[in-house]
């Protein structure tokens, strides 16, 4: 079975700090890969997402990143964060289009 | 631009029905969502409904849909303190990749 795995759960971080948030799927092969934000009081963002290692296209202009370097393996990053990037943050994949996304925990990060 | 609107708040008494409702705009969306948010967690797929049709019942849970109307409801029948969390409705987007656009969530109360 597929399984997603997403860490750490939670995060506090400074401002100007960097960040690398790290998802892994298990179970499937060449997934359709997301990150998602969730503001305190909005709904869920899409920030990033990957049809196949090295090809990333992001959904809004923004202060983060996101690389894939393995088949399996999501990451998302800064090189220095701001208050504002602070946010719950999940991690999905899916087979493909149409199909549903299974998410991972999510990481709550604050940034102080 | 694509997007999905849902109210913000439900509050219903332990036993009673609630009623969650969707509207959404992308009319060539193939499938649509509802994924459940527990407290601090990621989100968990409910179920989901083909476009080509009306309702799907599943144990206490009943999606309709209205196509013409773009309007997608979640009922729960008989509901429980266990059924208090957020309610996203997604609509499938984009096709190629698969991503779902998400609306800003229902927080579901239940009083006892």
């Known amino acids: 079975s597929q399984t997603i795995h997403q860490w750490p759960a939670t995060l506090v971080q400074p401002v100007g700090s960097p960040l690398s948030l790290e998802c892994t799927v298990e179970?499937?092969?060449?997934?359709?890969l997301y990150w998602y934000r969730q503001a305190a009081g909005r709904g869920l963002q899409l920030l990033f997402y990957?049809?196949?290692?090295?090809?990333i296209s992001s959904e809004v202009p923004q202060n983060l990143s996101a690389s894939r370097p393995q088949d399996r393996q999501f990451i998302l990053s800064s090189k220095k964060l701001l208050l504002s990037d602070s946010g719950f943050y999940l991690c999905?994949?899916?087979?493909?289009?149409?199909?549903?996304?299974?998410f991972g925990q999510g990481t709550r990060l604050t940034v102080v | 631009g694509e997007d999905v609107e849902q109210s913000l708040f439900l509050s219903v008494r332990e036993g009673d029905s609630s009623v969650i409702n969707c509207t959404y705009t992308?009319?060539?969306?193939?499938?649509l969502y509802w994924y459940k948010q527990e407290p601090g967690a990621g989100l968990q797929l409910l179920t989901y409904i083909f476009s080509n049709m009306d309702m799907k019942q599943d144990q206490r849970l009943t999606v309709l849909l209205n196509k013409k109307d773009k309007h997608l409801s979640l009922r729960i029948a008989d509901t429980q303190t266990g059924d208090s969390a957020i309610y996203f409705c997604?609509?499938?987007?984009?096709?190629?990749?698969?991503?779902?656009?998400f609306g800003k969530g229902t927080k579901l109360s239940v009083k006892p």
């Open positions: 997604a609509e499938s987007y984009g096709g190629s990749q698969g991503n779902l656009i």
């Open positions: 179970g499937t092969s060449n997934p359709n």
């Open positions: 992308d009319s060539s969306s193939t499938y």
């Open positions: 990957s049809v196949g290692i090295g090809q």
């Open positions: 999905a994949w899916s087979a493909g289009p149409n199909t549903e996304a299974f």
